[in-house]
T-cell receptor, first 113, second 114 residues
Framework: KAGVTQTPRYLIKTRGQQVTLSCSPISGHRSVSWYQQTPGQGLQFLFEYFSETQRNKGNFPGRFSGRQFSNSRSEMNVSTLELGDSALYLC????????????FGQGTRLTVV | GENVEQHPSTLSVQEGDSAVIKCTYSDSASNYFPWYKQELGKRPQLIIDIRSNVGEKKDQRIAVTLNKTAKHFSLHITETQPEDSAVYFCAASLSGGGADGLTFGKGTHLIIQP
């Protein structure tokens, strides 16, 4: 079956702009989590969605937001981009949250200039 | 919140030898401890995980041990092969599974010398 798909794979944006990233989970998976990966901070949890509801949130400013649709696809949005937002953004899906394996997508590489 | 420390940051071993990576966590309520392998330019992939009601788990050449009292867990790879070269991340969460709310260690770059 198809894996977790993230689009686009690469993005270049200018400071102050906003960006929307998309994640299509594995068919049947209802939990989608988002992570930011940078060389300095490593992998950091952004938020998790299950059945269109945000159930958990990491320590990121309000400029980072997300949503999940009825088909479990998820989007994350970053407004007023800063240079420090340059990172690899990864999403992971699982059947639910507990007692199931999570699968990561290839990520979206965002560069803010 | 949870804090996960991972050591060493770089580990070089001879092919065929064993490799051990150690992690400590701070929140005694954490109940799920996965290990991910990430090759250069690729996605993290789950290689093994352990839950707090288990002390050890093994899958072929890979094993993980958990000491809840000391709040540390370790990854053991035996008979290392060139394809084991990658960055390995440990993580901890309260969710019992999945990828919800994982706190990751900073990673260990494992280098297998031929």
């Amino acid at each position: 079956k198809a894996g977790v798909t993230q689009t686009p794979r690469y993005l270049i944006k200018t400071r102050g702009q906003q960006v929307t990233l998309s994640c299509s989970p594995i068919s049947g998976h209802r939990s989608v989590s988002w992570y930011q990966q940078t060389p300095g901070q490593g992998l950091q949890f952004l938020f998790e969605y299950f059945s269109e509801t945000q159930r958990n949130k990491g320590n990121f400013p309000g400029r980072f937001s997300g949503r999940q649709f009825s088909n479990s696809r998820s989007e994350m949005n970053v407004s007023t981009l800063e240079l420090g937002d340059s990172a690899l953004y990864l999403c992971a899906s699982s059947l639910n949250a507990a007692n199931t394996e999570a699968f990561f997508g290839q990520g979206t590489r965002l560069t803010v200039v | 919140g949870e804090n996960v420390e991972q050591h060493p940051s770089t580990l070089s071993v001879q092919e065929g030898d064993s490799a051990v990576i150690k992690c400590t966590y701070s929140d005694s309520a954490s109940n799920y401890f996965p290990w991910y392998k990430q090759e250069l330019g690729k996605r993290p992939q789950l290689i093994i995980d352990i839950r707090s009601n288990v002390g050890e788990k093994k899958d072929q050449r890979i094993a993980v041990t958990l000491n809840k009292t000391a709040k540390h867990f370790s990854l053991h790879i035996t008979e290392t092969q060139p394809e084991d070269s990658a960055v390995y991340f440990c993580a901890a969460s309260l969710s019992g599974g999945g990828a919800d709310g994982l706190t990751f260690g900073k990673g260990t770059h494992l280098i297998i010398q031929p």
